[in-house]
């Protein structure tokens, strides 16, 4: 099976930056893409980033410009920097990966005050 472990979510001011680290382990052969979604209160789980296992990125329209996803292979690692956020983008953000099967992680918290 594999594993993914989100880390670097927190509390930050408006215009500040964070950035997300999926680490994956375990039968990583299995993933192609992995990808960051996020959840906020009463609101459906929306794609925020994703990354192909060539380095493909595709983007939300509403974190374009101001996010960037990563991806070292050699670590198994997917990062996720996420700069001039705004209180919008307060959410559960959660890393999933898809290939031969789909993982999803435990998901990271980031609050946006404003």
């Known amino acids: 099976q594999v594993q993914l472990v989100e880390s670097g979510g927190g509390l930050v001011q408006a215009g500040g930056s964070l950035k997300l680290s999926c680490l994956a382990s375990?039968?990583?052969?299995?993933?192609?893409?992995i990808g960051w979604y996020r959840q906020a209160p009463g609101k459906q789980r929306e794609l925020v980033a994703v990354?192909?296992?060539?380095?493909?990125?595709n983007y939300a329209d509403s974190v374009k410009g101001r996010f960037t996803i990563s991806r070292d292979n050699a670590k198994n690692t997917v990062n996720l920097q996420m700069n001039s956020l705004k209180p919008e983008d307060t959410a559960v953000y959660y890393c999933?990966?898809?290939?031969?099967?789909?993982?999803w992680g435990q998901g990271t918290q980031v609050t946006v005050s404003s």
């Open positions: 375990g039968r990583t052969s299995k993933l192609n893409t």
């Open positions: 999933r990966g898809s290939g031969i099967g789909n993982y």
């Open positions: 990354i192909s296992s060539g380095g493909n990125t």
